[in-house]
């Protein structure tokens, strides 16, 4: 038994006894931790409703349950089949597509049946992205507008993510003009994320100066949001009646929430605490979900290597994209290898002690891309395994 901290080796005895029947790999989900997580994430939003992005959880039963709390209302997807699909299922009858949609299949069922266009809003940037959805008499689509909420402090300079060509409040009165133009289509909602405030860490670990950076672009960027956000809002508002505007993310609940002139907030990798989100300091998740390795060979006295365990995640490569090792405590990945596709060497304190069989949990970098490696998911409380629910993947969904 390794030297570990009481409360990790607490948790990492209490997940090996409710696991005990399994064979790795599985993935689990500590649903005491994920409750806090969601309950934390309402009380930042200040009684502003959250909405739910499913790309974040991938997990039917676990969008549920969260929806089943007052204070959870709709779901982002984030593919317009998806979005289909959940409302068919009846998981939510109130669902925004967050990118733009060229899924001409998927198009034609929103088109061609009233309750589906009615329970979906599907996001656009441009009139372009309109040209691509039929029409059907008597049924009118619903439309949201993406405003790129990046930051652009001087010419050619972009802070934040590339999504839409929407940016100043006369291109957003532009479109919303355009789009109430042509029958068949409303505009019912505005969203905007703010990536480089939301989905970026200001506490890096060992990183002080990227964390020192990133606090001051996110202490400039946020005043000059807030600003244009409202003066877009003010300028589709001349064009179309507003149900909702959407902001925000895990990392800036509390931030997006206490801009006037946002009515709803998206939070969803809050729930399972992926260890990106140790690198904020306003809110750190309690790391929830997790995904669990055997080790399978000892190549030396300071080494355990684990079968698999490079579940990647998306964006650019770098070492923040890897996986985890979070128990037992005391392990860390070998710079030379990583987390490999067929196996993992380990070291650290924690490596000493482990022995051929025993299992090491990983967190994964993001949240709900841990789902497309399994087709079930564990749900623990305490020391049992109380529910085994599917996956997207094990439903036999796999959207991007």
Avoid at 202 to 217: E, S
Avoid at 328 to 335: C, N, Q, S, V, W
């Amino acid at each position: 038994m390794t030297n570990v901290s009481s409360e990790r080796s607490a948790l990492w005895t209490r997940y090996n006894r409710a696991t005990a029947d399994l064979d790795p790999p599985f993935a689990i989900v500590d649903l005491d931790a994920f409750d806090a997580n969601s309950g934390a994430l309402l009380a930042r939003a200040a009684g502003k409703p959250l909405r739910v992005p499913s790309k974040s959880v991938r997990v039917r039963a676990l969008i549920e349950r969260t929806l089943a709390r007052p204070g959870w209302h709709g779901i982002m997807a984030f593919t317009l089949a998806e979005a289909v699909w959940l409302a068919e299922h009846g998981t939510a009858d109130d669902i925004l597509v967050a990118y733009p949609t060229a899924d001409r299949a998927a198009l034609r069922r929103l088109a061609s049946d009233e309750k589906l266009a009615a329970a979906i809003t599907i996001m656009v940037d441009s009139p372009e992205q309109l040209d691509l959805v039929p029409r059907t008499d008597g049924i009118t689509v619903r439309v949201c507008i993406d405003l790129d909420a990046s930051w652009r402090p001087l010419a050619k300079v972009h802070i934040g993510v590339r999504r839409s060509p929407v940016h100043s409040p006369k291109q957003a009165g532009d479109l919303a003009a355009a789009i109430a133009a042509r029958p068949g289509f409303r505009v019912v909602g505005v969203m905007s994320y703010e990536a480089q405030i939301a989905g970026l860490g200001d506490a890096p670990p060992g990183r002080p100066v990227r964390g020192a950076l990133i606090r001051a672009i996110q202490a400039r960027s946020m005043p000059e949001l807030l600003a244009r956000r409202a003066a877009v809002v003010a300028a589709v508002s001349r064009h179309a009646e507003l149900e909702f505007v959407n902001g925000g993310g895990t990392g800036s609940v509390a931030a997006t929430a206490a801009d006037p002139a946002v009515t709803e907030v998206a939070a969803g990798s809050g729930l399972f605490g992926p260890w990106l989100f140790d690198g904020y300091r306003n809110w750190r998740p309690q790391p929830a979900a997790f995904f669990a390795m055997s080790v399978v060979r000892r190549p030396n006295a300071d080494t355990a290597t684990t079968l698999g365990g490079g579940w990647i995640a998306s964006g650019e490569t770098a070492p923040t994209r890897q996986p985890l090792p979070w128990l037992p405590e005391g392990l860390k990945l070998i710079g030379t290898e990583g987390a490999g596709e067929v196996q993992t060497p380990l070291v650290g304190p924690g490596a000493r002690g482990l022995r051929v069989g025993d299992r090491v949990y990983f967190r994964h970098s993001k949240a709900g891309e841990l789902c497309e490696h399994v087709n079930e998911v564990h749900l623990v409380q305490g020391d049992r395994i109380v529910e085994t629910v599917p996956t997207y993947r094990g439903e036999g969904r796999a959207f991007l």
